[in-house]
């Protein structure tokens, strides 16, 4: 329940700040915001896919959770690093609640190196699409096309590790 809950709250936490227009410099940077919230919402919505397989005891339900926790953790890191810089006092005791019970709970259910695998894996895919945005927004082809590159050869690994099991000696 606490991956779906959390993804919910993620999602609703998005809305509510793009409709009430309440997401600072949006004109500005509107490429890398799409990029962000492409990022967050596939967060949210793997966070709630990964509760699902959970609850009905899917064989994919440790890689699934341990990927979107990947996503989840260096993502609310960001944000609580962005309520102290921006003294968001809303944001911030939400994002380290988050912090730690998602923490807590991804050591509590830690079983194996697959299991950091997938939690790595999450963690980067999260990063570079943050990442890709800013590169667009700025116009910096090189950074884009490495990141392009390394996003790819990350993308061909998590999909092949979920069809087939990844061996860690």
């Known amino acids: 329940m606490y991956s779906i809950t959390v993804g919910i709250i993620n999602i609703l936490y998005w809305a509510i700040l793009i409709v009430t227009a309440n997401v600072p410099d949006l ?3 509107i490429i890398s915001f799409g990029f962000h919230w492409t990022s967050e919402f596939l967060m949210a919505g793997l966070l709630i896919i990964a509760g699902y397989l959970i609850l009905s005891n899917n064989s994919l339900s440790q890689r699934g959770y341990y990927f979107a926790t990947g996503m989840l953790i260096i993502a609310i890191v960001g944000a609580v690093l962005f309520a102290i810089i921006n003294s968001d006092f809303i944001l911030l005791p939400m994002g380290i609640i988050i912090t730690i019970s998602a ?6 259910n830690y079983e194996e190196k697959r299991d950091f695998y997938y ?7 999260y990063a570079a699409l943050n990442v890709f945005g800013n590169t667009l927004q700025n116009m910096d082809s090189a950074s884009f096309t490495y990141l392009l ?5 990350a993308m061909i690994l998590v999909l092949h590790s979920f069809k087939s099991e990844p061996k860690f000696e």
């Open 119 to 125: 939690f790595t894996m999450g963690n980067i895919i």
């Open 149 to 153: 590159i390394a996003f790819i050869f």
């Open 27 to 29: 004109d500005a940077n």
């Open 103 to 108: 923490a807590i709970l991804a050591i509590k």
